[in-house]
């Protein structure tokens, strides 16, 4: 028996993959290194690396269901972004790698792109998802307009916790000596901001996806659960209209998210994804705090907890290269 | 992939050899019969390779294709700035949807290979009283020897005035209420007892019509299923307009989306800056209902289909299609004020932005309007509960 918010063209490893998540992230969502002994941190790369092989589309219910969890766990972004980034490299670091995926090293991402200043001097702020106790820093850095991959370790960086508006994750901010990054500190590899850009737009759509899913659920609840003038309110066509729109939208990026996690090569249908999908979460949180009445307002009901992730992901998505991607021919 | 990339390359082929130039300058000046004509002959070249109705099995006139290649088809089709087939929606989805579900041999024989080679049909659904709450419907077909004789009237049934045969509701016992005692029938459109009035839409197009029946014949064998079953075998042709008519239209607004966003080059700046940001989030929203179209099409290929999904869908394209014409006309300039004077629909996304947004209400409206749809995805797939109401809902034709 499927849900409506249940993703219906999932096969039967993905469904086991969001079983086993479920009940692990229902246990707690707060460890940031949830699913580390399960092997999440090495799902979709090669077993070459000590990690669980199979493939991104393998990944995705994993981080659909970080998302519906809202949980802390740096796996989503280890597994989805740094790995096979790392992976893909022109000289893997294979232990390196390893460590990352069995859980000894965790990693931030920064958020965005950081451009790096040609003159000397001054430091440069680099806001990221992942905690101040992060090992390493992974950051695209600009340069005369081409893309190098940053990994800064520890000494290369200052790091201070990020007060974010989302809470559900951890956030640091990285004070980053431009003239202490040497050669040792980058990472090669073909089409490096393309292969950056895509990964963390596959992330952000389907932990958006997850996110928002959580918080029409729980409209829907309270929709049959709560009566005003002597009826559930779920009854009243104006509010049921509200919620059926946002399972449409939901589902239409629940698709869109998916479809982009199955086919790696295309950056045009990534940034589709995050876009859609980050802009629905916002919308679908929302629509959950109004059908909730003052309740969606408290600290207490988590609806704004749902909310705040979800804007976090649209703000660190909805950039102008994601515009660019959209607006230009697909090839 | 492979497989698909060549198939690509064969309908562009074929488009680029086959598709008429100019037709949107001749199309202004062209009567009901020239009309009829220019669509006649384009329906039959797409229907030399299956391509008027790839939706439809080769052995009843199209062309059997999947609907990954369906998809190609109208990709290619928009690209190649082809003309739509604006005159036969009835003929291309209803007629094959419904006839080869529930229609005899003979029926089967008779109506749908030539309806897929340009018979033109007309749908004879809603009513003045009878719209949303279609069960309303009040034409009654009266039993005689061999027969019904049809009395009523009906309404929003799009190019009767141009139609052959109709596909018709009509309630044959009249003792019995709302969806019960309604039965579906083919309808010769060319008899005493059947008069069409064209009605004038906003976008100048005098697309749809009112039909009176007053005493029209309908022989024993024109009636589709069971007599008093109508109601049932109706569901099916209204699923056939949430389903894959839809397919058309997403291909038709993502191409043209993709277009609009080239038109911008690499500007980045000022006010192209902002309308980038906008298309750039219709065009998201676009592959969102693309990719749903897309997992729809693999469950029911499966066998697998979810309900509701089609009413989901039916709401996404449609606004998607009103939303992003809209958004169309409202930067195209000085160029959006113009009437272009066209007599005649030619698509859905002609690129005449102003009239093809007026238009788009038709498919928020028409075959159960958005309203509808949510009232169907609320109770039956989230089950939330009914507000109280006489009977089930249904929608208006096109």
Not at chain 1, 18 to 42: C, Q, Y
Not at chain 1, 218 to 231: N, P
Not at chain 2, 75 to 91: F, H, I, K, M, Q
Not at chain 2, 131 to 139: P, V
Request: aromatic fraction near 8%.
């Amino acid at each position: 028996m499927t849900e409506p918010w249940d993703y219906s063209e999932l096969n039967a490893d993905q469904r086991e993959i969001w079983d086993v998540a479920d009940k692990v992230l229902s246990a707690g969502h707060e460890d940031p290194v949830a699913g580390t002994a399960l092997g999440w941190m090495g799902i979709g790369t090669d077993p070459q690396f000590g990690a669980m092989g199979g493939t991104f589309a393998d990944l995705a219910p994993l981080l659909e269901c970080v998302g519906y969890h809202a949980a802390a766990t740096c796996a989503t972004w280890t597994a989805g972004i740094a790995v096979p980034l790392l992976a893909a490299s022109e000289h893997p670091d294979a232990a390196l790698i390893e460590q990352l995926a069995d859980g000894r090293h965790r990693v931030a991402i920064a958020a965005a792109p950081l451009p790096v200043p040609t003159d000397t001097g001054g430091e440069i702020v680099c806001d990221s998802l992942g905690g101040v106790d992060a090992a390493y820093l992974l950051v695209p850095l600009i340069r005369d307009q081409s893309v190098m991959l940053g990994l800064l370790p520890a000494d290369r960086r200052v790091a201070e916790d990020l007060r974010s508006i989302d809470i559900s994750r951890p956030w640091s901010r990285h004070h980053i000596d431009p003239s202490a990054i040497d050669a040792k500190n980058l990472v090669r590899a073909p089409d490096l901001a393309a292969a950056w850009r895509c990964a963390r737009n596959r992330v952000f759509a389907l932990d958006s996806v997850g996110t928002a899913r959580a918080a029409l659920q729980k409209t829907v609840s309270y929709a049959l659960q709560r009566e005003q003038f002597g009826r559930p309110i779920g009854g009243f066509q104006a509010y049921k209209h509200r919620v059926v729109d946002a399972l449409l939208r939901l589902k239409l990026a629940q698709s869109v998210a998916y479809r982009a996690a199955a086919d790696p090569s295309d950056g045009r249908l990534a940034a589709a994804a995050a876009v859609e999908a980050s802009a629905m979460a916002s919308f679908v949180c929302g629509e959950a705090v109004q059908l909730h009445g003052a309740i969606g307002l408290t600290w207490e009901a988590g609806i704004g907890t749902l909310l705040k992730r979800a804007r976090a992901n649209e703000i660190v998505v909805d950039d102008r290269a994601n515009a660019m991607t959209l607006t230009t021919s697909p090839s | 992939m492979d497989d698909m990339t060549d198939f690509r390359a064969e309908v562009r082929a074929w488009f680029d050899a086959h598709a008429p130039h100019d037709w949107k300058l001749a199309l202004p000046n062209m009567n009901n019969a020239e009309y009829g004509d220019f669509q006649c002959k384009w329906l039959r070249t797409l229907g030399t390779r299956g391509f008027a109705a790839p939706h439809v099995p080769v052995e009843w006139g199209g062309g059997g294709y999947d609907v990954h290649r369906q998809a190609v088809i109208y990709e290619e089709w928009t690209r190649a700035d082809a003309p739509a087939l604006n005159l036969y929606p009835v003929s291309l989805f209803h007629v094959p949807g419904t006839i080869l579900a529930v229609g005899t041999s003979w029926q089967k024989d008779t109506f749908v290979r030539a309806a897929v080679d340009g018979t033109v049909w007309c749908q004879g659904f809603s009513e003045p009283g009878a719209g949303s709450d279609l069960a309303a419907l009040r034409t009654r077909a009266d039993r005689v020897e061999g027969g019904w004789r049809v009395t009523g009237q009906k309404i929003w049934s799009s190019n009767a005035d141009l139609a052959d045969h109709c596909l018709l509701l009509a309630r044959t016992d009249p003792e019995a209420t709302r969806s019960q005692g309604i039965s579906y029938f083919i309808m010769d459109m060319h008899q005493q007892g059947v008069e069409v009035r064209p009605i004038r839409q906003s976008t100048g197009h005098e697309e749809f019509c009112e039909i009176f029946l007053d005493g029209a014949w309908i022989p024993e064998a024109y009636l589709l299923g069971e007599e008093n079953r109508g109601w049932q075998v109706a569901q099916g042709t209204l699923a056939t307009e949430r389903g894959p008519v839809g397919l058309e239209i997403i291909e038709r607004t993502r191409t043209s989306l993709i277009e609009l966003g080239a038109a911008l080059g690499d500007d980045d700046t000022g006010r192209a800056a902002v309308v980038r940001q906008e298309l750039a989030r219709l065009t998201a929203h676009a592959e969102a209902v693309r990719a749903f179209a897309a997992d729809m099409v693999d469950g029911a290929a499966r066998g697998d289909a979810s309900f509701g999904s089609a009413s989901l869908l039916k709401i996404a394209f449609s606004e998607l299609l009103r939303d992003m014409t809209g958004y169309a006309s409202l930067i195209s300039g000085l160029s959006g004020l113009v009437d272009p004077g066209q007599r005649h629909q030619v698509g859905f996304v002609s690129g005449d932005w102003t009239i093809d947004w007026l238009g788009s209400w038709g498919w928020t409206i028409a075959a159960g309007t958005s309203e509808v749809q949510r009232n169907i995805v609320a109770e039956q797939v989230l089950g939330l509960p009914r507000e109280s109401r006489p009977g089930a809902q249904m929608g208006v034709n096109r």
